[in-house]
Structures are given as structure tokens and as C-alpha cells.
């Protein structure tokens, strides 16, 4: 235990260093600093820094209607001719949780093809991501002579609203820091609801713009027909068609069932046309770029919509087929509009719109005062246990303060290498290591006193003292560790930052309070050759 070769010395001394170097740019400013120096500071959470936080859901109901509004083009492609099948006319009708698969044209005795249409249904309804296998998402039944309804059990309704969620979480993300570089923190409540903090972001408006986007690009074929236009208008439309309008376009009948949609697109991104106006560019997937060449081949002089969010981007006639996958869109945008619109794009459909429950602005003045509070009882700790070590137990308890000072220096290495984020409570916690860490020096330096008591020399007290103190400290550490890890798990916000802070500032001490401490302890003695310590 009181050893400590030369290549032991340079490792301890080297992780502090390193340490120190890691830690420096969280509380000096480093713009002026060598080139090969580190730069990132710790990430500060809302409470620190300022910025806004949501508290958001999703609605189970708008999930199970979004699957079904796409397994209907599954329906309508299974329904479809083949090389080997006919069509089987149909009308699709999705209200709730519940479609309605419509037959049009009975058999020659007068009978509907409906055994044959479950038939095709079935086998491109498979099972869901994380379901049973061989089991079935939808339910498929017959209903009338001419009617199958197809329904949604609950084990998969269950599924599909823990899908919607993850994949709400990603798209909020690529939305609001589509670049990865803004520090923003989502956090699952819950089954259906998620918490974003933003650090840093001033205006909670443009937040709730950016999520209150479906992001539904769709592109749909038009109907021209202006009696049938003027009949929608009165209220009377098409079936399988929809009313549309948008910023430069008219009234449009669209088709419900889009040709390509959002899971088609690969990218998009904010550009400019040949007069350097913004438009937003996208680029199609294989099989995007596919079906888009396969739509205007067989569309060609018709019209196609461009539809984000039930509004029609765009409108144009199909001159030629259209290889490449390469669109973009023109219009009246503005940079940071076209910029917004390319991140909502890109960022993919929602699964179902998210709702605001609850909307908080830290001003950065009250995060700055937090950091100020923060380290003053930061401080203030350190100066309160630092006195009481050093008039309890002399120049040992100046190496528990030098070491405790080591503690806090790498638990804020290990947040900036973790990448984890700093908040208030945290603090709280990085306080409460100063404790943690003292304590594991005072169990060791009272071993030493009542080995110096029992008659021991100083390096067999000292000796004694570590190795029988040792099993103690592990056992109270990762006692600690163990209820930070439940904390963390079971906890979220403000407790998962507390956790986080105590599990590294439990985990640094015990190198700081026993390493560091017996090291100096270890040096002291070599160099004065003392016969007893005066503790």
C-alpha cells in the first residue's frame, strides 16, 4: 500500500495533470489559449444556462390513425393488378382506429371477391418491430358481404405508441439541433410524453413552430377537372380525393393516397435558385427516386402536387419522366424560413402530432445567478471542511484538502469527457462528494490513531491504517454508487443530474482519498522521518 515506484508516481501525477487540462476551460476562458490545448467546457443544464423547456405528448389515437393511413398503401398495392392477379376494385375508408376496405365489382354469381382480398391483405401484414413472431399487426375481417375491416389489437397498439415515441425523440432532436452541436436534452415521461430542454435557445415560439410541424410531405396526383373542383367547393368530393389549397396554387383536388412520401426522402437542405432566391433542395431515396420516375412516366402532361402538412408547396405539370431523384422547391421563403423548412424535411414525419402541456423561459440572468450561488457554496464547503481537517488531524488533514481538491477537479473532467451536463443539483451533488471524499480520509486517519495509540511505529500505523480502512471505504462507496444508479434510473431532470455528479465524484474519490492522500503522505514521511503524527 506505501508503495510507490517511479512509473506509479507518473501515472498519478499524469492523471491529474491531464485532469486539470481537461477541466481548465470549465472555469477560465481558453480563446487565447495554444492550439493544443482542450477548449470544451462542461454543458450547462437549463437551470444554469438559461433557455426554454417543453413538456410534450403524443396522442395514441393520431399514432394508430397515422400506421393505418400507411398500411392503406399497402392495401391498395396488394389490391392492385399483377402479372399473376387481378385488380380487385376497391375504396379505402379510414375513420378512427378502424378501416374499411370497400369492394366495387361482385363476381358473376353475384358474390364479392373478399376471400381473395383478405388473402392479399394478409401477406403484407406482418408482424411489428418487436412483436411476436409470425404474429400480425392489424386484425382483417369480413364484416358484410362487400366489407372487410381492418382494426388494431391492443398488444399492437402498445407498440406502435412506444415506436411513435422513439421516433418522435429523433425527430424533435434533428429538428431543433439538426447539426448536433446545441447541447438540447429530451427526456422520456412516462408512455407517451417526452421533456425538451433547450439551453441557450431565447424564443420558445420558433421551438413549438418547429414541433407543431406534422413534417407530412407527401407528393399526390391532381385532379384538373374543374367541375369536379367546383363540386368539392360545394361540398360534394370526389371519393378517394381531398380539397387542398396552397400559398401560390388555387383549390386543388388531390388523391388521398400519395405516390411518395416522406420515408422516400433521403435529405433535404436549404439552397438557392439561378436568380439566388432560398429554395429547398431534397434528394429521394432508391426507392423513392424509383417510384417518382415510375410516376411521372406514367402521369406524364398531368399535374402533381407537393404537399407539406395538408398545404401544396408546389404544383407542376409532368412534362417529361423524371430520373435522378433530385426535386426542389421554389417559392416566396425567406433564409431562415427555407432553413426551417429543410430541418422539418429532413427531419422525417412526425408519428403524430406533438401537444404542449407545459412551457417554462429561464432567463440567462437566473442561470447565472445559480452558477454564481453554486460556487459560493462551493467554496464556502471546501474552506469549512479544508479548516475543520487540518485542526483535526494536522498536516494530514492538508493532504485530505489537497486531495479534495484533485476530486472536484476530475469529477468536472469526467462530466466534459462524459459529455454529461452540469445543473444545479448537480452541484449539489459535486458538494456532497466533498463530504464523500473527506470521509474515506477521516475513517483512514482515525485507523492511524488508534494504531499509534496500540504502540505502532508511524509507517506500520500509517501502513495499518490504509489496508485496514480500505474494505470499509469500498463498502460505503459502493453502497453509494449503488443508490445513484438507482437514482439515475428510476429518477429524471434535476435527480438524474444529481445522480450523475454523485456516482463520479463517489466513484474519483476513492483514487483521490486513498491514492492521492497516501502518496503525499508516503513523500512527507520520506522527507522528515517523523515518529509519530501528531493526530
Known amino acids: 500500500m506505501l508503495q510507490f515506484p517511479p512509473w506509479k508516481v507518473l501515472l498519478v501525477l499524469g492523471i491529474i495533470i491531464w485532469g486539470t487540462l481537461i477541466a481548465l476551460p470549465s472555469a477560465v476562458n481558453m480563446s487565447g489559449a495554444p492550439s493544443w490545448l482542450p477548449k470544451k467546457p462542461v454543458n450547462l443544464g437549463l437551470d444554469l444556462r438559461g433557455g426554454v423547456y417543453l413538456e410534450m405528448e403524443i396522442r395514441p389515437e393520431e399514432v394508430i390513425q397515422g400506421r393505418l393511413d400507411v398500411f392503406a398503401r399497402d392495401v391498395r398495392s396488394a389490391l392492385q393488378r399483377t402479372d399473376s392477379a387481378p385488380l380487385i376494385p376497391h375504396e379505402i375508408e379510414i375513420t378512427g382506429r378502424r378501416m374499411a376496405v370497400k369492394l366495387m365489382k361482385p363476381e358473376a354469381d353475384g358474390s364479392y371477391p373478399a376471400a381473395a382480398a383478405i388473402a392479399r391483405i394478409e401477406r403484407v401484414n406482418g408482424p411489428l418491430e418487436g412483436g411476436l413472431a409470425g404474429g400480425k399487426t392489424y386484425l382483417v375481417s369480413q364484416t358484410s358481404p362487400d366489407t372487410i375491416t381492418i382494426t388494431v389489437p391492443a398488444n399492437s397498439e402498445n407498440l406502435m405508441v412506444a415506436d411513435a415515441l422513439a421516433k418522435t425523440e429523433t425527430i424533435v432532436s434533428r429538428r431543433v439541433d ?30 413549438k413552430d418547429l414541433l407543431n410541424r406534422d413534417g407530412r410531405m407527401t407528393f399526390n396526383l391532381v385532379e384538373d377537372s374543374p367541375s369536379a373542383i367546383q363540386a368539392a367547393e360545394r361540398g360534394v368530393v370526389k371519393p378517394g380525393y381531398r380539397l387542398l389549397s396552397g400559398p401560390t396554387t388555387g383549390p386543388l383536388l388531390v388523391r388521398s393516397i400519395p405516390e411518395i412520401v416522406g420515408q422516400d426522402i433521403a435529405n433535404a437542405s436549404q439552397g438557392n435558385d439561378d436568380a439566388n432566391r432560398p429554395q429547398i433542395n431534397f434528394r429521394l431515396t432508391g426507392n423513392g427516386a424509383r417510384k417518382f420516375f415510375e410516376t411521372t412516366r406514367a402521369n406524364t402532361g398531368k399535374r402533381f402536387a407537393i404537399i407539406l402538412d395538408d398545404v401544396i408547396m408546389s404544383a407542376p405539370n409532368i412534362q417529361e419522366p423524371i430520373p435522378g431523384g433530385n426535386v426542389r422547391i421554389t417559392g416566396d421563403f425567406t433564409i431562415e424560413e427555407a432553413q426551417d423548412l429543410a430541418a422539418i424535411i429532413s427531419a422525417g414525419e412526425m408519428p403524430a402530432k406533438v401537444q404542449f402541456l407545459d412551457q417554462r423561459v429561464v432567463s440567462s440572468t437566473l442561470g447565472e445567478d445559480s452558477i454564481a450561488a453554486g460556487f459560493m457554496a462551493s467554496i464556502v464547503g471546501l474552506l469549512l471542511v479544508g479548516t475543520l481537517m487540518v485542526l483535526a488531524y494536522g498536516i494530514q488533514g492538508f493532504f485530505a484538502v489537497i486531495s479534495l481538491t484533485f476530486n472536484i477537479i476530475l469529477v468536472f473532467t469526467c462530466l466534459v469527457l462524459f459529455n454529461a451536463t452540469l445543473t444545479l443539483p448537480g452541484i ?40 485496514r480502512a480500505f474494505v470499509t471505504i469500498m463498502d460505503a462507496n459502493i453502497t453509494l454508487l449503488f443508490s445513484a444508479v438507482v437514482l439515475y ?30 502518496m503525499l503522505t508516503v513523500f512527507w514521511m520520506k522527507l522528515t522521518k517523523p515518529k509519530r503524527f501528531a493526530i
Open 178 to 207: 439538426p447539426d448536433g452541436v446545441a447541447e438540447i436534452s429530451l427526456t422520456p415521461s412516462g408512455s407517451n410524453r417526452l421533456i425538451l430542454e433547450a439551453p441557450g435557445e431565447p424564443d420558445p415560439l420558433r421551438l
Open 428 to 467: 449539489a451533488g459535486i458538494v456532497l462528494t466533498m463530504g464523500m471524499s473527506v470521509d474515506a480520509n477521516v475513517l483512514v486517519f482515525e485507523r492511524i490513531r488508534e494504531e499509534q495509540r496500540a504502540g505502532r511505529s508511524a509507517w506500520t500505523a500509517v501502513q495499518a491504517g490504509y489496508e
Open 489 to 518: 434510473l428510476m429518477g429524471s431532470g434535476p435527480v438524474k443530474g444529481f445522480a450523475v455528479t454523485l456516482a463520479l465524484g463517489n466513484i474519483v474519490s476513492v483514487f483521490t482519498s486513498v491514492v492521492v492522500t497516501c
